[in-house]
């Protein structure tokens, strides 16, 4: 079996490689810088002006940065979240419990209890991690996926279209589109002509935001 490695992106924090597809988890320029950028600046925080009871799905569990981000979040503003994720390759303990976010202080804060936690938790259930934040993980593929209810945020963090083109497909991005609540929000780095365009034809509003550092853009999508 051939293990993820683990590397230091350039904002100090770690990622993984992913040794089938060769490709990184997050911005080898700053995992956290870009977690903190597309998916709390421009998805919880945006959100949380208006809401304060929040359900979020995100596509790729992966390293665990965004939901653990998420649950720093929601602990700091008093915001009450609903977190369900989808992972059909969830890293093992060997791998995870050598990632360093619990221990770099973020504006969020930090905590290891609450990141070994979310990795621990099992499978498939639904766990009260704390009086903010509710997780379900779900160990399996979107296309196997059945929502129960609508979202009000979207994290889609798959890898690239290069890597995963199923993914991103008019038809997976549909599947988001209605998963969505109405005036929801998806939140993505990719920020490629074709993509925005099939967001388009769906219904969505496109904005092209400022992205973290070595990315020039990153989307978010709303719908109507």
Same mark, same amino acid.
């Given at each position: ?14 990622s ?5 597809? =060769?490709?990184?988890?997050?911005? #080898?320029?700053?995992?956290?810088? %870009? &977690?903190? +950028?597309?998916?709390? $600046? ?18 790729g ?69 704390? =009086?903010?934040?509710?997780?379900? #993980?779900?160990?399996?593929?979107? %296309? &196997?996926? +059945?929502?129960?209810? $609508? ?14 083109p199923?993914?991103?497909t ?19 780095f ?28 990153v ?6």
């Amino acid at each position: 079996m051939i293990k993820p490695v683990i590397f230091n992106s350039a904002d100090g924090s770690d990622s993984v490689l992913h040794p089938i597809w =060769n490709s990184y988890y997050h911005s #080898k320029h700053g995992a956290l810088s %870009e &977690s903190l +950028k597309v998916y709390i $600046e421009y998805g919880l925080a945006y959100r949380s002006q208006i809401q304060n009871s929040i359900k979020i799905f995100e596509f790729g569990f992966g390293t665990g940065l965004n939901a653990y981000l998420t649950l720093l979040f929601a602990i700091q503003n008093g915001v009450t979240v609903n977190y369900q994720t989808i992972e059909n390759m969830p890293l093992l303990e060997d791998t995870w419990s050598r990632l360093n976010y619990p221990n770099i202080q973020t504006a969020l804060g930090s905590s290891n209890e609450y990141f070994q936690l979310l990795h621990r938790l099992s499978w498939g259930q639904e766990f009260i991690v704390c =009086n903010n934040f509710i997780l379900t #993980k779900n160990n399996s593929s979107f %296309e &196997s996926f +059945k929502p129960d209810s $609508e979202f009000d945020i979207i994290y889609f963090d798959a890898f690239g279209p290069e890597i995963q083109p199923d993914l991103w497909t008019l038809e997976s991005l549909e599947k988001l589109y209605f998963m969505l609540a109405p005036g929801g929000i998806l939140l993505t780095f990719c920020a490629k002509g074709q993509f925005k365009r099939d967001l388009r034809s769906l219904g969505f509003i496109v904005e092209a935001l400022s992205g973290p550092i070595g990315k020039r853009e990153v989307t978010r999508a709303i719908k109507l």
